[in-house]
C-alpha cells in the first residue's frame, strides 16, 4: 500500500498501469480521497517499471455516497 498526494500519486498510477478496468477512470480524475488498485506484474521490486500494472480498482469518495447496489 502507498500512501500519497495528488498529482504524484495519479501519476505514478498512470505511469505503472496499461490496461485495466479502472484505467479510464484514473485517467479522467483522481479527486481527494480517491483509492486506486494498481496490481503489479513483476517478480521483484527492481522489476518494476512502467507498464508493468493493470490498474483494477478505483473507489471515489462520491462512489461510496451512492451506497451498495441492490
Same mark, same amino acid.
Given at each position: 500500500? !502507498?500512501? =500519497? ?5 495519479q501519476? !505514478?498510477? %498512470?505511469? %505503472? =498501469? +496499461?490496461?485495466?478496468?479502472?484505467? =479510464?477512470?484514473?485517467? *479522467?480524475?483522481?479527486? $481527494?480521497?480517491?483509492? $486506486? $488498485? &494498481?496490481? !503489479?506484474? &513483476? *517478480?521483484?521490486?527492481?522489476?518494476l517499471?512502467?507498464? +508493468?500494472? +493493470?490498474? $483494477?480498482? !478505483? &473507489?471515489?469518495?462520491?462512489? %461510496?455516497?451512492?451506497?451498495p447496489?441492490?
Open positions: 500500500m !502507498l500512501i =500519497a498526494h495528488n498529482p504524484g500519486i501519476d !505514478l498510477a %498512470l505511469a %505503472l =498501469a +496499461t490496461g485495466g478496468p479502472a484505467l =479510464a477512470g484514473l485517467r *479522467e480524475k483522481f479527486p $481527494t480521497g480517491a483509492l $486506486t $488498485t &494498481v496490481e !503489479l506484474h &513483476v *517478480e521483484c521490486w527492481r522489476d517499471d512502467q507498464g +508493468t500494472g +493493470t490498474a $483494477t480498482n !478505483l &473507489v471515489t469518495p462520491r462512489s %461510496l455516497e451512492s451506497g447496489e441492490t
